[in-house]
């Protein structure tokens, strides 16, 4: 009746074990379905993120490319159909503006 150091009765003692075998399978669903979740969120956060440094190294290009056309000289810049100041409007809409 009870366990081998007779602190509880072996029901008790059962009882418990059952218990924490319970506790144990719950923490594991629930940590299983949080890392779910985290991992969907990581996935999320993943392509949010390579959509970010996609759009960094984009606007990185275009301001490279604002940058070189500012140091060309105003008769290049002429000859290539656009004004100083609008080379931002250029670069940004592949065109000159009208």
């Keep these: 009746m009870f366990d081998?150091?007779?602190?509880?009765?072996?029901?008790?003692?059962?009882?418990?074990?059952?218990?924490t075998r319970l506790d144990s399978l719950v923490i594991?669903?629930?940590m299983r379905d949080t890392?779910?979740?985290?991992a969907e969120w990581l996935s999320a956060l993943g392509t949010w993120g390579t959509?970010?440094?996609?759009?960094?190294?984009?606007?990185?290009l275009l301001r490279s490319a604002i940058h070189e056309l500012h140091q060309l000289d105003d008769r290049t810049l002429a000859d290539i159909g656009i004004t100083r100041c609008g080379i931002e409007y250029a670069v940004r809409h592949g065109r000159p503006h009208a």
């Design 4 to 19: 081998r150091n007779n602190s509880l009765p072996l029901s008790l003692f059962l009882q418990a074990e059952r218990q």
């Design 28 to 30: 594991r669903t629930c």
């Design 35 to 38: 890392m779910s979740r985290l």
């Design 51 to 60: 959509r970010l440094a996609r759009n960094l190294a984009d606007e990185w």
